[in-house]
């Protein structure tokens, strides 16, 4: 069963049920397809109940929810401080009443807030330290469409710019600066940024500062997100901004693959110790995107991305891809792990994105065990991806790319299966592939692409590797030196 909200032209929002056709095998006899749709019938009627207030269909849970778990020494209800969950009414105040009486609690372990099964419609609201927000089943926390709502915050220091208008920013819906022991986490229930409004007026040039995500945290440690489902965010969906401690783990991200602009899944920008784990994500833009500030700005700000680990993720970006690094990376980003993921239907799996003027490096970068199923591009390095803040970037600023390694690369209907384009300036050093087949739907020629690569191939390879990587047979004896790593096979138009 889908939910979604729409918009009415009475102005009040409405909830909509969308019964998904399911699907009945062929063999099963009647008397079983008597029972399963009984069983559906009897499931709309126990758990949901539609009432009519004041002519707007609303949702009402009609049997006990999942009993909410106690997650600190002291629970609150969003109910306790007056709020409403009819997907109408404002629940910002309450979420400000509530978060002000958990930051009493801090000497106390702090305190949990339970949303409980409804649509919360709120403006934007702050986090406090040592808080657990708990979104129970069939709970969505809602953002208000009005701009005017959304408070307006100073430029990121390490942007130096709103990312997509000068000056200032719309902060997040729900955001939390210098704190530390934040969860959020529920029985996956959702948070929705209702971005199609947003999406619109990007496209129209009707907004006058850059959007905002729908949840970032900047100078904060010790962040658990878990077992929540984040939809249709305005901008990025989750920016941990310059934090420490970070574990994102069984949550789904969801956006609409295309016409959705921006809408990353999890943007970690200078932070340190990062675990993305378990988390399903089929967005507008990048799935995840590893980011440590733009050009001059980043490069004073100075803080690197490190010690990110991804694992056990599925992905889709049909705009850009599964996973990028960069383009805004002028802090610095090593130490990345990625492993046990898959990239589908996507334009590409993984990018590394970077450009003259960001100054910076991308280090210690391992890709083992990814699976590519139907993607245009599988591996991409790209060096010029020349979209800066302003004009004041230093073009002498040059990104330093190393040790990059890729193993257990499988996958089928893949296009290009590498594209990695350094280039006289940036040369893309001490690149490695061992175990790598990538079953391809094109032409066997030029599809492993490469420009001022240095590196080296262990094994069989499939496709074919570029000429500007050395080959090691599987016991690491030197079959071929290249002689040649700075030639240049790319080629765009396949
Ligand atoms: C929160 O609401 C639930 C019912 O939804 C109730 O059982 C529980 O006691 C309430 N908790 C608090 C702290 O008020
Ligand atoms: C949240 O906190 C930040 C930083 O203290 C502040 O600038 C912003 O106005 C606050 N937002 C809201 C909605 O209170
Ligand atoms: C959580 O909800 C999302 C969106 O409805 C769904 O796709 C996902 O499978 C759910 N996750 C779990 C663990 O039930
Ligand atoms: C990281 O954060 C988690 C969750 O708050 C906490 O349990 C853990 O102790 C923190 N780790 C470090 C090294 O601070
Ligand atoms: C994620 O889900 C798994 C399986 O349900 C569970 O064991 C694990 O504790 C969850 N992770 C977090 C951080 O909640
Ligand atoms: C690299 O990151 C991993 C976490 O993904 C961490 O365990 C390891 O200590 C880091 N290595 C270095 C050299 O910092
Ligand atoms: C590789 O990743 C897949 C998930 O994409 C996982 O099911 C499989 O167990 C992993 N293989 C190994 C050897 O870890």
Known sequence: MVETFAFSSSGRWRLHFHQQRRWVPASLSSRMALLVGLWLVGFMLVLWQRSSIDGTWVLRRASPARPIPLLRPRAFNLTDFGGVGDGATLNTVAFERAVAAISRLEGEGGGQLNVQPGAWLTAPFNLTSHMTLFLAEGAVILGVQDEKLWPLMP??????????????????????????????????????????????????????????????????????????????????????????????????????????????????????????????????????????????????????????????????????????????MSGGISNVTVENVVVWNSRRAIRIKTAPGRGGYIRDISYHNLTFDNVRVGIVIKTDYNE???????????????????????????????????????????????????????????????????????GSIFPAPCQNLDRYDEQGQLVKQSTTPNIIDIDYDI
């Open 155 to 328: 430029p990121l220091p390490s942007y130096g710019y709103g990312r997509e208008h000068k000056g200032p920013r719309y902060g997040s819906l729900i955001h939390g600066q210098n704190l530390k022991d934040i969860v959020i986490t529920g029985h996956n229930g959702t948070i929705d940024g209702q971005g199609k409004s947003w999406w619109t007026k990007y496209r129209q040039k009707r907004l006058y500062h850059t959007r905002g995500p729908l949840l970032q945290l900047m100078w904060s440690r010790d962040i658990v997100i878990s077992s929540i489902t984040l939809r249709n965010s305005p901008f990025w969906t989750v920016h941990p901004y310059d934090c420490k401690n970070v574990t994102i783990s069984n949550v789904t991200i969801l956006a609409p693959v295309s016409e959705a602009p921006n809408t990353d899944g999890i943007d970690p920008d200078s932070c340190e110790d990062v675990v993305i784990e378990n988390c399903y994500i089929s967005v507008g833009d990048d799935g995840i995107a590893i980011k440590s500030g733009w050009d001059q700005y980043g490069i004073k700000y100075g803080r690197p991305s490190a010690n990110i680990l991804i694992r056990n993720a599925v992905l889709r970006s049909m705009v850009s891809a599964g996973i990028s690094i960069g383009s805004e």
């Open 388 to 458: 800066h803040p302003d004009e004041d970037f230093n073009p002498l600023a040059l990104p330093i790319i190393e040790h990059i390694s890729y193993s257990a690369i499988h996958g089928q209907g893949v296009r290009v299966p590498v594209r990695i384009q350094g280039s006289e300036d940036i040369p893309v050093k001490g690149v490695s592939f061992r175990d790598f087949s990538v079953g391809i739907t094109y032409k066997k020629k030029h599809i492993f692409q490469c420009a001022f690569v240095q590196g080296h191939v262990i």
